[in-house]
């Protein structure tokens, strides 16, 4: 019985050791820190992406319009030149230059110049821009009436050229599409020239002349010319696709009223 009782009394005293030194061995460990989980990186918020920049106004085909090389067969001079500013008003420093230049120079030593038709300029470039070229050569233009009346070469209003690497019939029939024009096709293998002019009553001719000489033009008909003249406004007279502004059409002057059904030259 006091055996029983001893052991027993072992064995708590045993225990209580054991407790006491896991608690001092517990007491000496350094604490363990805690670990909290990495923030995300803060987001960024991204800038919208600013779109290109481009210019929407209806005037802007203007500023592309290139430069056109003008060379004039009389006075063997050319210029390079713009006819419109970015904007698409009609510069009138350049058809003063082309004024000089297209002169009636048959006499070097008596050039003669007068203000040529800004409406006839206006379609000579629009038709080199349609057919994407930079080289207009001028045949002739102002004429200065003499023993010779001239015809609309006389009035500054017409202007005989080819545009380079096109042939004449195709130019011609280009022009013919537009209202209240005079176009000629001179088709000898030694001339290939379009005449081009102004006027209220368009009227188109073919002429197989040599030259220096005038033979009976032919008169090419078409059933379409009173409707489509009759629907002319200015802003045909500018480049396809560029939209002119409304100041420069209202200054524009009025169409040329010279010029008979069969006036060429």
Known sequence: MVVRRLG???????GLGLASAAAVASRARPPTASV???????????????????DASPHSAFARL???????AASQRSLHLR????????????????DTLLADARDPDHVQSIEL??????????????????????????????????????AGRA????????????????????????????????????????RENSYHWLDASP????????????RSIAARDARYTPASDW???????ADAISSSPAPETGGGSSDHG
Do not use: C
């Open 239 to 245: 480049p396809e696709g560029a939209e002119p502004p």
């Open 36 to 54: 909290s989980p990495k923030p995300d990186p803060p987001r960024v918020a991204s800038a919208p992406t600013a779109p290109v920049a481009v």
């Open 211 to 222: 030259p220096g000489r005038s033979w009976r033009a032919q008169r090419l008909r078409d």
């Open 66 to 72: 290139p430069a056109l090389h003008i060379a004039s």
């Open 159 to 198: 202007i005989d050229f080819k545009l380079k690497g096109v042939k004449a019939a195709a130019l011609a029939a280009y022009l013919r599409k537009l209202p209240r024009v005079g176009v000629g096709v001179y088709t000898h293998r030694k001339t290939q020239y379009v005449h081009l002019d102004v």
């Open 117 to 154: 038709a800004r409406r006839t300029l206006q379609l000579m470039y629009r038709a080199a821009y349609h057919f994407r070229v930079d080289r207009v050569e001028v045949v002739s233009a102002y004429r200065a009436p003499g023993r010779r009346r001239e015809g609309p070469h006389g």
């Open 83 to 98: 006819l419109y500013d970015d904007r698409g008003h009609l510069d009138e420093n350049a058809a003063r230059q082309l």
């Open 8 to 14: 027993a009394l072992l064995v708590t005293l045993l």
